[in-house]
């Protein structure tokens, strides 16, 4: 058993992986029953024998991976997850076997200056001032951004609303939560705002939702008449919360006229790019983030478009005093002087220990810069327009909104439960990975572009293959 020996088994195995992925020898999805896979994998004798090494570890790992969903493969149209670059998984191997945990410079400075590096690098594209390195000379101003990378979107969205509840009610780590706070979303906004506000003990009657027009954008001219129903409620707006781009059908909100909007009426502006924050990095596509500079706080996911595996994702404030001061933290084990090189991040999360996410998105972005990411997310975004331009040719099938992102919805005619079977059919042989969402009332079929490997051709295969499906089933 030498860490040698089996990190090249574990490698080797993972390049096949990719090469019968790329190639399509293997299939993109192979769902069987849970019980099966257990006894299959032999777990129990595993964990009470051990002996996952050399020629077991070469077995496991051919099994393991045959039962795995394979992102890579053309056919994976399936949820926002990334196929992983592999200098992004290497950087990933780097944190979990150093282990040098973020929260405290002293822990793991090398992860800490990767991390405040990226983010430094994250808020510049947004258009924020990036933190100065020496942080001493001026951390008491405010006129500089500040970030953090956390495990995932949906936290990254509860601690932006922490943040925000720290400008509008900074009293509350002493009094408690205030009972007038309500918070404006789109109609259209991710569960995990939802979640996060009940999370924070604002209940969904003090949840505003805002019109949204066809397409599932907010209607800039609409908000005024939401905020009087909250005043007029007696209710205090704890942030505004923006789409770039929704979850069902990847449409950007207008953020420009959004961020007039908070600004004139002085409410914390919340953009939650989870998935879409990423066209920051293409001059064909940053147009749809127009505006984002004026907003507060924003979340973009590495783990989603940047080709970074998951988790990874950074929440990221203007200025970096609310971020710094939006939790009330105390353990003298942990918070007290000390003669500090670097920055702690400590403060700025929920989590104590805290793995280097940062290192993840640096490798790959390191590794092929800006401009491979940038190509990357070009190609992403042009494939669901070409998709779409070749739906819209075929009689029997609709699409509901032009795409703005990588996310496309269709439907062949027929009922919603007919989507489904067509969509359970496709994964359960393995043919297609595709998701299924509901918009404006009716069951659509959804695809992420994910896959670097998926080329126009496979969509026309696709079409077929659903005809095909949906002659078998009428
Ligand atoms: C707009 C949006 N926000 C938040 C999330 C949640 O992100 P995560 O899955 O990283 O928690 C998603 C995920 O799909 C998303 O699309």
Same mark, same amino acid.
């Given at each position: 058993m030498s860490f040698a020996a089996d990190a090249k088994i574990v490698i080797d195995s993972l390049i096949e992986f990719h090469e019968e992925s790329v190639n399509q020898s293997g299939k993109v999805t192979n769902p069987v029953p849970m019980g099966y896979l257990i006894e299959e994998l032999k777990l129990t004798s595993f964990i009470t024998e051990g002996g996952l090494t050399n020629k077991n570890l070469t077995d496991f790992m051919k099994k393991y991976l045959s039962f795995s969903t394979r992102l890579y493969h053309p056919a994976f149209l399936g949820h926002q997850c990334a196929a992983t670059h592999y200098s992004a998984a290497l950087g990933a191997l780097v944190d979990a076997y150093t282990n040098n945990v973020t929260a405290i410079y002293e822990m793991g400075p090398a992860a800490v200056s990767l991390e405040f590096f990226t983010i430094n690098w994250m808020l510049e594209k947004v258009g924020w001032n990036p933190a100065p390195v020496n942080l001493n000379a001026d951390n008491n101003k405010n006129n500089f951004g500040g970030g953090i990378f956390v495990n995932g979107g949906s936290l990254g969205n509860l601690t932006a609303l922490l943040v925000a509840r720290n400008k509008v009610a900074p009293e509350i780590w002493l009094q408690g939560n205030p009972s007038d706070l309500a918070l404006l979303v789109s109609s259209e906004c991710h569960y995990s705002v939802v979640k996060s506000a009940g999370i924070m003990g604002i209940g969904k009657n003090s949840i505003y939702h805002l019109e949204t027009d066809l397409k599932g954008a907010i209607i800039p001219e609409k908000l005024s008449a939401t905020l009087t129903k909250v005043l007029n409620n007696e209710k205090n707006p704890l942030a505004l919360v923006a789409n770039a781009c929704s979850t069902p059908v990847g449409i950007y909100d207008p953020l420009d006229e959004i961020a007039d909007f908070c600004k004139e009426n002085k409410i914390w502006f919340h953009v939650d790019g989870a998935h879409g924050a990423s066209a920051l990095l293409s001059d064909k596509y940053k147009e749809r983030m127009k505006g984002i500079e004026k907003a507060d706080s924003l979340v973009w996911d590495a783990h989603k478009l940047l080709q970074t595996p998951s988790l990874c994702a950074a929440l990221l404030v203007? +200025?970096?005093?609310?971020?710094?001061? #939006?939790?009330?933290?105390? #353990?003298?084990?942990?918070?007290? +002087?000390? +003669? &500090? &090189?670097?920055?702690d991040f400590i403060q700025r999360t929920i989590e104590c220990t805290k793995s280097g996410l940062g290192i993840k998105l640096f490798f790959v972005l390191a590794s092929i810069g800006e401009k491979g990411l940038q190509e990357f997310i070009d190609r992403q975004y042009d494939l669901a327009i070409q998709s779409y331009n070749f739906i819209k040719e075929q009689e029997d099938f609709e699409c509901p909104v032009y795409p703005q992102s990588n996310i496309l919805c269709f439907r062949i005619n027929g009922t919603d439960e007919t989507q489904l079977k067509i969509r359970n059919k496709l994964v359960n042989e393995g043919s297609f990975y595709l998701t299924s969402t509901e918009f404006r009332g009716k069951r659509f079929l959804r695809m992420v572009f994910m896959s670097p490997n998926t080329k126009i051709q496979d969509l026309h295969k696709l079409i077929d293959k659903i005809r095909e499906i949906y002659t078998e089933i009428i």
């Open positions: 203007k +200025e970096h005093d609310y971020l710094d001061k #939006a939790m009330d933290h105390n #353990a003298s084990y942990l918070f007290h +002087e000390r +003669e &500090q &090189q670097g920055i």
